[in-house]
């Protein structure tokens, strides 16, 4: 049986992976690189299949919450992990109310349930888990800072090999329909900055998953840029080191690209500037290298940014 932290979805293709989540159900989409669950009348989920654990394990994820939009009755997002016919986990977003709830429910009620001012940004983040006979429920404003806001002994049903499903769900009464959206879920450790960025390391830039910036950013370290993964920023890019630039993966620049070491540029894979306007340059006082198979010694010509047809 597959531990729930195996579950992992980033929503970055806009097309829904039917091996993760095979039991959806209503108006659900991804796009926009977030999964996207309409929240009206009716019910709709993102809903995986019914064979994970949850013992020894987590789930975590980026959730952005319905408006109450005009509702008089309820309005709200929950993330679920359950057995079935109303015996789950959760966390729910009552957007009518401004309430964040945390939830161990039979037969859909909780007598214990704990309930919280709901804060956009404390709580951006929320993560279920359980160690060592107990369940956890924590809220954070990114996946590296975490709050614990309830704990409670693990139910048997969580604790044996009870096939579990794990849920993403939007509903409201009545108001006017919109949506409710989620990200991330247990995508590795890594950085996702969402708007122009500025990444700064005095020493080493690292990331064990990924950098992903969608608009302008700027990526600096004295010492060295270092992505295991890859890096990917979709405008105009500055990615600057004294030491060098390292991608095991590959870095992928959307616009305009700058990209200067003191020392070298390095690829174990690849380096793409797809820049039909701008300027890329190789500021290199000594001869660079790219390892993906050969040794490259680029040149440069002034006014004639790299792959122009200008």
Same mark, same amino acid.
């Given at each position: 049986m597959p531990a729930l932290a195996d579950l992992i979805d980033d929503f970055d293709d806009d097309v829904i992976d039917a091996g993760l989540w095979p039991g959806s159900f209503g108006a659900v989409s991804e796009t926009g690189g977030r999964a996207r669950v309409a929240c009206d009348s009716g019910f709709s989920a993102y809903s995986s299949g019914l064979l994970y654990s949850l013992a !020894?394990? &987590? @789930?975590?994820?980026?959730?952005?919450?319905?408006?109450?939009? !005009?509702?008089?009755?309820?309005?709200?997002?929950?993330?679920?992990?359950? &057995?079935?016919?109303?015996?789950? =986990?959760?966390?729910?977003?009552?957007?009518?109310?401004?309430? =964040?709830?945390?939830?161990?429910?039979?037969?859909?009620?909780?007598?214990?349930?704990?309930? @919280?001012?709901?804060?956009?940004?404390?709580?951006?983040? #929320?993560? @279920?888990?359980?160690?060592?006979?107990?369940?956890?429920?924590?809220? !954070?404003?990114?996946?590296?800072?975490?709050?614990?806001?309830?704990?409670? &002994?693990?139910?048997?049903?969580? &604790?044996?090999?009870?096939?579990?499903? +794990?849920?993403? #769900?939007?509903?409201?009464?009545?108001?006017?329909?919109?949506?409710?959206? +989620?990200?991330?879920?247990?995508?590795?450790?890594?950085t996702v900055v969402h708007g122009a960025t500025s990444l700064v390391a005095v020493a080493t830039l690292a990331a064990e998953g990924r950098v992903i910036s969608p608009g302008s950013a700027a990526l600096a370290s004295v010492a060295a840029l270092d992505a295991a993964g890859r890096t990917t920023v979709r405008a105009a890019v500055l990615l600057e080191a004294a030491g060098g630039l390292t991608a095991v993966g590959h870095m992928t620049g959307g616009g305009a690209a700058v990209l200067a070491a003191s020392s070298n540029v390095t690829a174990a894979g690849r380096v793409t500037a797809a820049a039909t306007r701008g300027r890329a340059s190789a500021a290199v006082p000594r001869q660079p290298s790219a390892t993906a198979g050969r040794s490259l010694t680029p040149t440069a010509r002034a006014g004639l940014p790299s792959g122009s047809n200008s």
């Open positions: !020894g394990s &987590a @789930i975590y994820l980026r959730v952005y919450p319905p408006s109450a939009g !005009g509702a008089t009755t309820e309005a709200w997002a929950q993330v679920l992990v359950q &057995a079935g016919g109303g015996t789950d =986990l959760m966390f729910e977003i009552d957007a009518l109310g401004g309430v =964040l709830k945390c939830m161990a429910r039979s037969g859909y009620f909780d007598p214990d349930v704990v309930a @919280i001012p709901y804060e956009p940004d404390a709580h951006a983040w #929320l993560r @279920i888990s359980e160690t060592a006979g107990t369940v956890t429920w924590e809220t !954070g404003p990114n996946p590296q800072a975490w709050t614990v806001r309830r704990t409670r &002994a693990t139910p048997e049903w969580a &604790a044996t090999g009870t096939e579990l499903e +794990f849920q993403l #769900l939007a509903h409201r009464g009545d108001g006017t329909p919109d949506a409710a959206e +989620f990200d991330s879920v247990n995508v590795p450790r890594g």
